[in-house]
């Protein structure tokens, strides 16, 4: 039917004068009525293979799911009989719900798929108890019958191969569901809440289903076959996988709690819906070979199969039951005996959290093997071992890799061991239903080669010897730990609870963490952080990390100091002395004397302390939406709403704000941002003619909270002159921009060209060792030692000071300045060319290793995306990078990455971000 026609009809059916637009369909044929003042509905030419009962079946239960709360495409006009394709048919026109759906291969973040699964939950239970003449129909859809519509369709797939293995699975899965099939209760159900049936509402760009289309496949079925449908639409999605459906599982359990048979069945459902879809998209083709509709589908119907394929049914079916709350026991070996004697046996701990994996140890190649012969070849005392084993269900970090999208395979389905003298098992058995495995052939096992031991279910599928951590408890389940045969203890699984809890009821809340789901990060090396599943993410965030994580030379330094001494700065020692040279010797003339405290809060609070005893005055201008510390003074020139919502209420009479001197977004842009400094000066003028004149001007030399701005160009030389006219002092806050960062210059205010009288610095200074400087004049300090007090207990410590020497030797050897500046703006080349492809990047802001990616709903209203970048950046920790929104609009990506970044990192960040755009939020 042409578009003509449907608009005919609408009109002359039902009264809607308007025009008609086609809407794919595999079945029917749909138009979306659009006249002048918007959609009027959804014409829907039913297929004529559709009774009229069961049309009016479809649209009571439209009704039911609209009357639970939502959205659903309830008919409003018809149904009537018309005449289409030159036969009758039935018509009606269907309430449009606009939101558009999630239709396409585009990423569906956990979000989006939980929210399809509690829809689908939503659905279940509307439907439950509806009867109607309407619901006894016999559907290749209906999944009671996907075993004869895979037998009967099968022969349509032209690939042979996929044939095969697509009748082989759906027996598989068959087997499985018709086992269970008398404990699976039976309702009415919707039978295609999938993504392309799913209507969402779009709040900040993102979307939420909330609502259904299409009741065509309405019929009386396992009720779990819902869940079945809806979670097999995700599976063809960008980056989707098995276990990205736990999500919409969860949900669904949440709203219509499963039973145990039905979680049972679940994957086997999944793997028989994906079956009939690809046969019947294959029959379709061939009936329908013109369909753009059949042929699109064909290719999502294969992903979809091969998906669901990719892991065995048994390990996700666990993963459901766990989510569901049903766990199984978990099988064990029987002791043999006499048992197997090791003798002198040493475990081998390979986790995140070992010293054996120290410094980078887990990079490289052949870790284990090495460490277990030099535990056979020991020397001293006690000897070599007579054998080194490793865990089982342990999460390996030798196993890991850095710079990897999807987590590598890490955690441990048996034990390796390492023999001082070939050992013969000879009869050892696993037990009843277990089967014993070795990498070795026959029973004897040889000195000095690693030889992989395990159990599994007798039956199982193949288990690898390592998996991935997401699918770790499916995979362990069907094994055992094989540590008894080998008369080993059995490994005890240590559980810390819920640490997250935990944090939560001991630690204020105020203290927040990253992410709703954070990963549990217990190690860092150089640029990379490892979560305790042996996941490692690049680390793009950490800018205290300068030097990166767990620098051998810090360790050293502040380990050394520590065994020697560690006091108060009252006492006299070299290290003291030697890191205020050193931190004067970085500063330009007359910045030369230095005070030592721990953090950067502690630096504002003492530099404006400086400015205050210094000028006898108490007034401060400071600069709109900057984060300067939480102590009393520092929180009080902080105006930051993203640190802060109330910043600006709660802002004290003596401090006074100048606008952010934002030439992207904000009152002056691109040129006309020179007039910032004009406001400013207008202000610290109208402090003094008012008689209040400033005791300093306190700003960031380089806007960090729009994700490292350059101020524009004589900004501050244009505000210090005037401030020091008035007397006043002028302070740059170097925490985070400082000391390297920028690349091109050690200090922000080199890029402004100018020199402050008070500095602080803090953050990159210890490597997150509590570190904090206040330099400055010696007459300002002198002004300050006459008027006031000051002491820090461990301000200036002897750690403190060595943490900060090795600190400086590690920038200096190792050019991490150089470095920031390199790779700094090889990323920032690489962003750029994002932007242009990009349309959600507004700009790309920062120099050297300071850098910020700002996302705009629309490059001319410069709308923040908020909910976009917290989105992109959740997206981002699934592909292995830690990143941050910044901002005070939270728009912002703040990338600030360990010095020791790498072009590798570079692309790895820039790869990845580039695909979250691609792909989809
Ligand atoms: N100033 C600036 C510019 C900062 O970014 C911060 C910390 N985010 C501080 C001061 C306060 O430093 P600290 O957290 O070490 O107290």
């Known amino acids: 039917m042409s578009a003509e026609e449907a608009a005919g009809l609408a009109a002359s059916s039902f009264g809607i004068k308007v025009s008609a637009f086609p809407l794919g369909s595999q079945q029917d044929c749909n138009f979306l009525l659009e006249g002048d003042g918007g959609s009027a509905g959804v014409l829907k030419i039913a297929n004529p293979a559709f009774s009229r009962t069961e049309i009016e079946a479809q649209d009571a239960a439209a009704e039911l799911v609209a009357a639970a709360g939502l959205r659903a495409g309830v008919a409003t006009h018809g149904p009537v009989v018309v005449t289409a394709g030159g036969g009758p048919a039935i018509a009606r026109v269907l ?155 969860r949900a669904f359990h949440a709203v219509r709690p499963l039973s145990a048979a039905e979680a049972a069945v679940l994957w086997p459902l999944v793997l028989m819906r994906a079956a009939v879809l690809v046969v019947s998209g294959e029959q379709q083709a061939v009936l329908d070979g013109g369909n753009e509709y059949v042929n699109g589908a064909l290719e999502h119907e294969r992903a979809c199969f091969e998906a669901a394929v990719s892991v065995p049914a048994e390990v996700m079916t666990t993963l459901i039951t766990n989510e569901a709350g049903f766990t199984r026991s978990r099988p064990r070996v029987a002791v043999p005996a006499p048992g197997v004697d090791l003798g002198r046996c040493v475990v081998l701990d390979l986790s995140v959290q070992s010293d054996a994996v120290d410094e980078g140890a887990w990079l490289s190649p052949g870790l284990a093997d090495r460490l277990a012969l030099a535990l056979l070849d020991g020397e001293g005392l006690d000897g070599g071992a007579d054998a080194v084993v490793t865990r089982y269900g342990e999460a390996r970090l030798d196993a890991s ?37 070795r990498s070795c052939a026959g029973t004897l096992l040889p000195a000095r080669i690693p030889v992989h031991v395990g159990v599994r279910v007798a039956g199982a599928p193949e288990v690898p010897p390592l998996v991935r951590p997401e699918y770790a408890a499916g995979w362990l389940a069907l094994t055992a730990d094989p540590g008894p045969l080998l008369g080993l203890a059995a490994g005890v699984a240590v559980s810390d609870g819920d640490l997250l809890a935990r944090r939560a009821a001991a630690f204020a809340d105020v203290q927040e963490h990253y992410y709703a789901d954070p990963p549990r990060i217990e190690r860092g090396w150089r640029q990379h952080l ?25 360790e050293a330094a502040v380990g050394r100091q520590l065994r020697r001494l560690n006091t108060n700065s009252r006492f006299h020692y070299a290290a003291v002395a030697e890191f205020a040279e050193r931190l004067a010797a970085l500063l330009p003339s007359p910045l030369d004397t230095v005070f030592l405290v721990n953090s950067g809060s502690e630096a504002v609070d003492l530099a404006l302390r400086l400015a205050f005893v210094t000028t006898g005055r108490q007034d401060v201008v400071a600069v709109r939406e900057a984060y300067h510390g939480w102590t009393y003074a520092s929180d009080a020139v902080s105006t930051s709403t993203a640190d802060n919502p109330s910043a600006l209420a709660t802002r004290p009479g003596w401090v006074h704000a100048v606008d952010a001197p934002n030439a992207y977004r904000g009152r002056y842009r691109g040129a006309s941002a020179s007039r910032y400094a004009a406001d400013a000066v207008a202000l610290v003028g109208s402090l003094a003619a008012a008689g209040r004149p400033a005791a300093a001007f306190l700003a960031e030399p380089y806007y960090g909270n729009a994700g490292g701005m350059a101020l524009p160009d004589g900004y501050l030389a244009a505000v210090y002159a005037e401030v020091r006219r008035h007397g006043g002092l002028a302070i740059a806050d170097e925490i985070q921009v ?39 004049s010696r007459s300002v300090a002198a002004r300050y030692r006459d008027a006031g007090y000051f002491f820090s207990s461990t301000g200036g410590s002897p750690v403190s000071c060595v943490a900060g020497l090795a600190v400086l030797d590690v920038i200096e050897s190792e050019g991490l300045q150089a470095n920031a500046a390199l790779v700094g ?83 790895f960040f820039a790869d990845a971000l580039d695909r979250v755009l691609t792909e989809g939020l």
């Open 825 to 907: 703006s090889y990323l920032k080349g690489r962003l750029e060319e994002l932007a242009g492809r990009h349309a959600l990047i507004g700009a790309v802001h920062g120099a050297g290793l300071y850098l910020g990616v700002e996302f705009v709903r629309d490059r001319g209203t410069l709308e923040p995306a908020a909910a976009e970048t917290t989105a992109i950046c959740d997206r981002l920790l699934g592909l292995g990078v830690i990143m941050q929104p910044t901002s005070d609009r939270m728009c912002v990506l703040k990338i600030k990455p360990p010095l020791c970044l790498d072009v590798a990192g570079a692309d």
């Open 95 to 249: 309430r449009y719900l606009p939101g558009g759906t999630l239709t396409g291969a585009g990423y569906l973040s956990p979000r989006v798929v939980a929210e399809l699964g509690a829809v689908a939950g939503r659905v279940s239970r509307a439907l439950d108890g509806f009867e109607h003449p309407g619901l006894d129909r016999v559907l290749q859809w209906d999944l009671r019958h996907a075993d004869r519509v895979v037998r009967v369709l099968g022969r349509h797939v032209r690939d042979g191969g996929l044939r095969a293995r697509v009748t082989e699975a759906a027996e598989a899965a068959w087997r499985s569901v018709e086992s269970a099939a008398g404990e699976l209760p039976v309702q009415a159900i919707h039978g295609d809440v999938t993504d392309d049936n799913v209507v969402c509402s779009v709040s900040g760009g993102l979307r939420t289903p909330d609502g259904v289309i299409d009741f065509g496949d309405l019929t009386s079925s396992w009720a779990v076959g819902e869940l079945a449908v809806a979670i097999t639409s995700v599976l063809r999605h960008a980056g989707a996988e098995p276990c990205s459906v736990l999500p919409a599982v």
């Open 530 to 554: 490892a979560g305790v599943d042996g996941r490692v993410y690049l680390d793009m965030v950490n800018n205290v990390a300068a030097i990166g994580h767990a620098h051998p030379r810090l």
């Open 738 to 776: 400082g000391y390297g960062r920028l690349g091109h210059w050690f200090w922000g205010f080199e890029q402004q060209g100018v020199v402050p009288d008070v500095v602080t610095v803090a953050k990159a200074m210890g490597n997150g060792h509590p570190l904090g400087a206040v330099i400055t």
């Open 401 to 437: 890799r850095v710079l990897a999208e999807v987590s590598p395979a890490t955690v441990a389905t048996g034990i390796d061991v390492w023999l001082a003298r070939p050992l013969d098992l000879g009869e050892v058995s696993a037990g009843d239903g277990l089967e014993l495995s």
